[in-house]
């Protein structure tokens, strides 16, 4: 076939082509070296090879970098400082006494509150309750319970307050009962404060007993004596007469049996009246 130069063209054989082209080291596609033959690399591949470019890791540093600055922020600046104190609830406690027992300059983050809590109601026997918030950045906010006296106990030549979970909480002088039922233990048994020493039970029993006397009679209560435990109570009332209740029964049908015998045979009673088995009247 002529070309259009008007010579022939010879057109080659693809196989042939690549054989040949494989003979002399080459392949026909790649051009790399065949197996057996040396591969001759330019200077400036050979130099790319062995000095790679590394990129320096700024993503990392700038993260290690600033989770640093927060962790620093967070725990170790005075921001998170505990500077303030808001107090609400003490009405007999002092103030500056509370406020001693608290973590101030501590960091608010590492603030274990269950124990601050635990520690002032140990050293605060007159705390019910208590509970702490965090304010940040820098406030303690502290909410306090306490406790209210429903009767006094005396034992060995000390007068406590008692609440009405039967908790002995505070030592008070005589002048100080204003009203309070006074229990005279005479066994003497020594007590701490904070320490459970009567049930509950007994307290609401004894606080109702006072309430009905004086209101269907008036009748004080001077004293109540125990002679070893809260199931033999004995009343020492205002008109120099004991009574005998049960702490295990009802109060008002004891009083109401009380009430109704002082009126009809006040006269007949000179040292007690007994009314702690049901239906029954002692009286002397």
């Not at 330019?42 to 062995?50: N, Y």
């Amino acid at each position: 076939m002529l070309g259009p130069s008007g010579k022939k063209r010879i057109f080659k054989n693809p196989k042939i082509y690549s054989e040949r082209l494989l003979r002399k080291g080459y392949s026909s596609k790649s051009r790399v070296p065949v197996r057996g033959t040396s591969l001759k690399i330019q200077p400036g591949e050979r130099l790319k090879e062995a000095r790679p470019q590394r990129k320096f890791p700024w993503k990392l540093f700038f993260g290690l970098f600033l989770g640093l600055g927060i962790f620093y922020w967070l725990f170790l600046s005075n921001y998170f400082q505990i500077k303030n104190v808001e107090i609400t609830g003490n009405e007999s406690l002092d103030q500056a006494e509370i406020i001693k027992r608290l973590p101030l300059f501590k960091n608010i983050f590492l603030t274990n509150l269950s124990l601050v809590e635990q520690k002032l109601k140990q050293d605060f026997p007159e705390i019910a309750e208590v509970v702490i918030y965090k304010g940040l950045p820098s406030v303690l906010k502290v909410l306090i319970l306490e406790r209210k006296p429903q009767i006094a106990w005396q034992t060995g030549g000390e007068i406590y307050l008692v609440d009405r979970e039967g908790v002995c909480y505070k030592k008070v002088s005589l002048s100080e009962l204003s009203g309070l039922v006074l229990v005279r233990d005479l066994l003497d048994l020594p007590v701490t404060l904070g320490q459970k020493i009567v049930p509950a039970g007994f307290v609401e029993f004894l606080t109702n007993a006072n309430q009905l006397l004086n209101e269907r009679g008036q009748i004080r209560i001077n004293q109540a004596l125990l002679k070893g435990n809260t199931f033999d109570l004995d009343l020492l009332l205002d008109r120099n007469i004991h009574l005998y209740l049960d702490p295990l029964r009802e109060v008002e049908p004891q009083v109401e049996t009380f009430i109704k015998i002082i009126t009809e045979k006040g006269d007949l009673i000179h040292e007690y009246v007994d009314v702690r088995i049901p239906g029954l009247a002692y009286l002397k």
